[in-house]
C-alpha cells in the first residue's frame, strides 16, 4: 500500500506538493484512504487495477503534467490537448481509458464588463480505477469537490466514474448562476425598454445577446458529450454509475432551453426597442409635416404679394394685411384637415 499518511497528509503531504508532485486522493479495496501518494505507488495503484485513485494534475507546473506521460502515459495527443486552452469540447476512448474535455464558465470580475465571460476547459483521464483531472487555472469545482471528498471519501465507491460525474456535475452547475444574472437582467428589461425608455437599454441588450449566444455556442458541443456518457455502454463506466450522468446531461438541456428562451426574448425586445424608435421618430415626423403643410400658403402668398411690383391686387385695401394672414390661415387649416381627411396624416 501507498507509504502516506490516511486523510490527513500533514507534514508529509507538504513535503510531497513541495516535491512538485500533484494532489492525489487514493482509497483501497479495503476503505482506507490515503492522501499525496508518490509517482511510485500512482504507478502501482494503476497496475494493480484494485481501489480507486484520483490524480489532480496543474498543467502550469511542468513536473506534474509530466506524470500524465511518465506515470500513466497517456497518448501524446491527448497530453498535447491538456496544454491548449481552445482545444474543442470531445469524448475520445483510447487503449485502456477514456479521454473527455468539458468546458467551464465563470464571470470575469476583472474587466467593467458586468456580462463579460472567461471560459477554460476541464481534462478528464478515466482508467480502470483511476480519474486524473488535469487544469491550467485554480478550478471552482476541482475545490469543491475535494471538500466533499475530505467529508465523505466514499465519493469514490464503486468506481472512480463516480468522482467524474461529481467534477462534471459542477462544471456545468457553474452555467446557473450567469443564467440567474441573465434572468435578472430580463426581469427588468420591460420597465427599462417600455416604461422609461432608456437609451442604455439598448447597449445592454446587444450586451446580454452576445453572452447567451456564447453559452450556446460553448454548451452545444457538450451536450453531444454527456448525450454519450448517458447513452453509450462503456467497460470504464459502470451502468449503475452511468444513471448519474443522466442528471447531468438533463441539467445541459436545462441549461441550453434557458439560453433559447433568453435568446428569443431578448431578440423580441430589440425588435420592439426598434420599433418604439421608429414610431417615436414617426410622431416627430408627423409633426414637423403639419408645421410643413401649415406654412405652405404663407410661403406661397407673402412670396406673390412680396414682388416689387408698381400694382399689387389689393395693395390699396383697408385692413388688407389681416385679410391675407386670414386667407393664409384659412388655407393652411383646409390643407391639414383635407389629409387628414385623405388619411395621409
Known sequence: PPATAPDGGGDGAAALRA????????????????????????????????GALWVDIDSTNRHQHAFLEKVFRFHPLAIEDTLSPSSRVKLEEYDGYLFAIVRGVRFLEETDDPYD????????????????????????????VTTRLE????????????????????????????????????????????????EGALRDIFAVKRLVLGLRRHLSPQREVFNVFTNRPTPYIPPDVQVYFRDVYDHVLRINDSLETYR???????????SQVSNRLGKVTLGLSVVATMSIPFVVISGMWGMNFEHIPLSGVHNGFWWMLALQLGLGVALVLGLRKWRFM
Open 19 to 50: 516535491q512538485n508532485i500533484p494532489r492525489t486522493f487514493y482509497r483501497d479495496e479495503s476503505g482506507q484512504s490515503f492522501r499525496d501518494i508518490g509517482p511510485r505507488e500512482m504507478a502501482e495503484v494503476v497496475a494493480k487495477g484494485t
Open 117 to 144: 465571460i472567461s471560459t477554460f476547459n476541464q481534462y478528464f483521464f478515466l482508467g480502470k480505477n483511476y480519474l486524473v483531472t488535469v487544469h491550467g487555472e485554480p478550478s471552482p469545482s476541482i475545490m469543491q
Open 151 to 198: 467529508r465523505n471519501p466514499e465519493l469514490t465507491n464503486p468506481h472512480p466514474a463516480r468522482l467524474m460525474h461529481a467534477l462534471m456535475d459542477a462544471e456545468v452547475d457553474g452555467f446557473f448562476p450567469i443564467l440567474d444574472q441573465i434572468d435578472e437582467f430580463v426581469d427588468g428589461l420591460e420597465e427599462r425598454v417600455f416604461a422609461n425608455f432608456e
Open 264 to 274: 428569443e426574448l431578448l431578440s423580441s425586445t430589440l425588435d420592439s426597442y426598434l
